[in-house]
């Protein structure tokens, strides 16, 4: 895959995918594009992927927001602390948290001590016009989306502050921020 001009080598990558030793946990805000970076992130260094949400949809085999109006934040919020344990566990891999997994102290504490945490931050607008695109996010629907984000943002950003590695993902081509990412692993690890 192409990332982006004056990049990391094919070779440099590769080198770097060879260092890596435990999984790589993307955490920051709802609509910051943890998914999809993930994704080619763990395309790029040749890794498995794992998205934190559909593993606890899977073993629920119920949807996030269902799991929610049934059952409450705080039985999801337990799914979600024993899905990343176990996908933690499992060694190298690509893990996209959903964004309040990390604020849980259990869970930040594990992937602070067993994994690489990557935040992935955009500003406010940013995270707004791609919240809109999706209407499954529940802790959305009781209000004002873009309060809410602004909100929950200023609430959780000490806790994401707390991953060794930080990168924006703003509007532009996704390549850059993959090119950011992989830079600061290299240097980090
Ligand atoms: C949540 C974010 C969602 C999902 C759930 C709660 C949150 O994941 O885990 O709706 O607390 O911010 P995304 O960050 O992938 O949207």
Not at 79 to 84: A, F, K, L, N, P
Not at 115 to 130: C, F, H, N, P, Q
């Amino acid at each position: 895959m192409t990332i982006a001009p004056s990049s990391l080598s094919d070779a440099q990558i590769k080198s770097l995918a060879a260092r890596i030793d435990r999984p790589i946990v993307l955490v920051g805000m709802m609509g910051v594009g943890k998914t999809s970076v993930g994704r080619k992130l763990a395309q790029l260094l040749s890794l498995p992927f794992a998205d934190a949400d559909e593993a606890i949809e899977e073993a629920a085999q119920m949807s996030v927001s269902e799991i929610f109006e049934r059952f409450g934040e705080d039985y999801f919020r337990d799914g979600e602390r024993r899905v990343i344990a176990r996908l933690v566990a499992e060694g190298p891999k690509v893990i996209a948290t959903g964004g309040g997994a990390f604020v849980q102290e259990e869970t930040r504490l594990l992937v602070l001590e067993r994994g690489i945490a990557v935040w992935l931050d955009a500003d406010v607008d940013t995270l707004v016009e791609r919240v809109r695109r999706k209407d499954t996010r529940p802790l959305l629907r009781g209000g004002n989306p873009a309060e809410i984000v602004a909100r929950l943002k200023r609430e959780r950003e000490p806790f994401y502050a707390q991953a060794p590695i930080r990168t924006t993902s703003e509007s532009g081509p996704q390549g850059e921020t993959l090119r950011r990412i992989l830079e600061a692993l290299d240097q980090w690890l």
